[in-house]
């Protein structure tokens, strides 16, 4: 089985390289792949994938590439994990939205629809290049914002389903609250990418006992602080919503705090520049703790299972996904991107049944569902308008007095990725 990882070059990768390497009873794969421009970081983290493999005793074979056309030839999967313009973008994505008294954010408001319109363009060119040298091949994207890319993918006719940590994570977190198994945690996850609620916590399967009360009584102090929300927020819904929900429920304090602080960008920044004289050493062979204070806890273990069950060697499971709609939510058209709990198998991804979503949430689907309509549309077809109309439509936006000079700053920050500007 061969799997090509464009963007593999980041360092996020031994994180996946070391889920390849424990689970490769479940993922067998032959040859990896990993792609990326910057040579100097793709030999770095490359030589420390080897080593990873090595250590594990995986006989598979590691190859790195620039060459995109050469490195996706053949793939049984192509995994996407890039970041248009590096953490320099993304620098500018979390400062130039606070000066209108607006979340600067990488992938939601106005922050992530300029990654949205930076990034939509590169991955559908990487896509077509995946088509025309293995249409069967599955795309399996990370790339945020998840939900819009994943929705650029489908509507182009790939074979794409999106990937996120957050599910994962909360499930990892109250197996360990609840001394039970990851495994035998089964979530009622339900909304947008990064726009998403536990509205229940099963042991055993979709139909077994829901714990979520039972969190709730006795971990909720713990789960909030994890939040950073109010206990008392959490106790008066009856549902976990994920650490995204923070922009929305306590807006006016994000900012501040912003405001305050280096931006997330400078800090990751800073710690990649660690990693990466990390990774240079040749004694290193497995991924060093600072990795975890990186991001994307568990994303290995979920792209594994994903790409197992896509590619037939898992069977079907159920997993947390970003796919079309299809009826799930009676309220959204069916070709929107939905993060659900969905059966995954070598035909795809089937979403599970819903239950009827409460209008508090139901109502912020709706409206955030509309916002990347736009931001879609702003993407493939560019424009001033189209952006204005996309910032404006947001619900942390959503005022001509900011919508109007925030697509000015938009525009200014990322005029070298647009090329309509």
Partial sequence: MKLAVVGGGSTYTPELIDGFARLRDTLPISELVLIDPAADRLQLVGGLARRIFAKQAHDG?????????????????VLLQLRVGGQAARHEDETWPLECCCVGQETTGAGGLAKALRTVPVVLDIAERVRRTNPDAWIIDFTNPVGIVTRALLQAGHKAVGLCNVA????????????????????????????????????????????????????????????????????????????????????????RELRTKPSRAAEVAQMERQLLEMYGNPAL?????????????????AAVDLAASLLGGGGS????????????????????????????????????????????YAGLIANVTAYEDLALEAALRGGR???????????????????????????????????WA
């Fill in 61 to 77: 074979k590691i190859v790195t590439t620039s060459d995109v056309d050469a490195g996706v030839a053949d793939a049984d999967a």
């Fill in 168 to 255: 994962i994570g909360f499930q990892r977190k109250f197996a360990k609250l609840l001394e039970v198994a990851p495994s035998d945690v089964h979530l009622n996850h339900v909304g947008l990418n990064h726009l998403t609620w536990e509205t229940g916590v099963r042991i055993g399967g979709p139909d077994g006992v829901d714990l979520l009360p039972k969190l709730l009584a006795e971990h909720g102090d713990a789960i909030a602080d994890d939040l950073r929300l109010p206990r008392q927020l959490l106790d008066r819904l009856g549902v976990v919503p994920s650490y995204y929900l923070r922009y929305f429920y306590a807006h006016d304090d994000v900012v």
């Fill in 285 to 301: 062979d497995s991924k060093p703790e600072l990795l975890a204070k990186r991001g994307g806890a568990f994303y290995s273990e």
């Fill in 317 to 360: 499971s159920v997993q947390v996904v970003n796919t079309y709609n299809k009826g799930t939510l009676s309220f959204l058209p069916d070709d929107a991107v939905i993060e659900v709990q969905a059966r995954v198998d070598g035909s795809g991804t089937t979403p599970l049944a819903v239950p009827e979503l409460d209008p508090l």
């Fill in 385 to 419: 308008d189209r952006v204005f109309k996309a910032l404006l439509s947001h619900p942390l936006i959503g005022q001509y007095e900011y919508a109007e000079p925030l697509t000015d700053k938009l525009i200014a920050h990322n005029r070298e990725h647009l090329a």
